[in-house]
Structures are given as C-alpha cells and as structure tokens.
C-alpha cells in the first residue's frame, strides 16, 4: 500500500513542478521584438503545418473539405467556423462518398 502512495505524491508533485516551471518560464518570455512576434505566430504555424501533412495523405475527400475549410476561412476570418465547416465537410464526405 505505501508503493502505492509514494507513486500518488511522486505524480503530484512532478505535476506540481512541470505547471511550476511553465508558470516560471512564461514569465521571462519576451513582450515584444522577433522572439515575441514568432512565439505568437507559433499556433498557427502548427496547425497549418498538421493540416499540410494531413492533406498530403488524403485523397478526394480530404483536399474537397480542405477547400471548404479554405472558403469558409477566407469569407469569415473565423478559426471556429472553419475548423466546424472542414469537420462537417469530412464526415460528410466520408459518410456519402
């Protein structure tokens, strides 16, 4: 039974310290300047590059709800909206075709 609790405080704590170190270091991240403007741009980057690779692994199906998502990003400058119309296109692509 003890194994047991020293692993329950041993998680607690690396969790504690990993939440701690990240609270820590965000502090010391930069306000303003090329590091800051390429640390914002970073999720955006990321997505776009998930959404690349994904893209270039599928078929009809996938660059068809690509295109939607494209639209429905370029009418509506919406992040939600697009992730819902590329979502939508998919399944229904998948569910149809």
Same mark, same amino acid.
């Given at each position: 039974m003890t194994e047991t609790w020293f692993l329950i405080f041993g998680l607690a704590a690396a969790?504690? /310290?990993v939440r701690l170190s990240g609270y820590l270091l965000? %502090?010391?991240l930069p306000d303003h300047g090329p590091w800051a403007r390429g640390l914002q741009? $970073?999720?955006g980057c990321l997505i776009l590059s998930l959404v690349t690779y994904l893209l270039m692994q599928g078929g009809? %199906?996938?660059? /068809?709800a690509g295109t939607v998502? $494209? /639209?429905?990003a370029l009418a509506t400058r919406s992040l939600p909206l697009t992730m819902a /119309?590329?979502?939508a296109a998919i399944c229904l692509l998948?569910?149809?075709f």
């Amino acid at each position: 039974m003890t194994e047991t609790w020293f692993l329950i405080f041993g998680l607690a704590a690396a969790t504690f /310290a990993v939440r701690l170190s990240g609270y820590l270091l965000g %502090q010391r991240l930069p306000d303003h300047g090329p590091w800051a403007r390429g640390l914002q741009a $970073l999720p955006g980057c990321l997505i776009l590059s998930l959404v690349t690779y994904l893209l270039m692994q599928g078929g009809p %199906q996938e660059w /068809a709800a690509g295109t939607v998502a $494209l /639209a429905v990003a370029l009418a509506t400058r919406s992040l939600p909206l697009t992730m819902a /119309a590329g979502i939508a296109a998919i399944c229904l692509l998948r569910a149809y075709f």
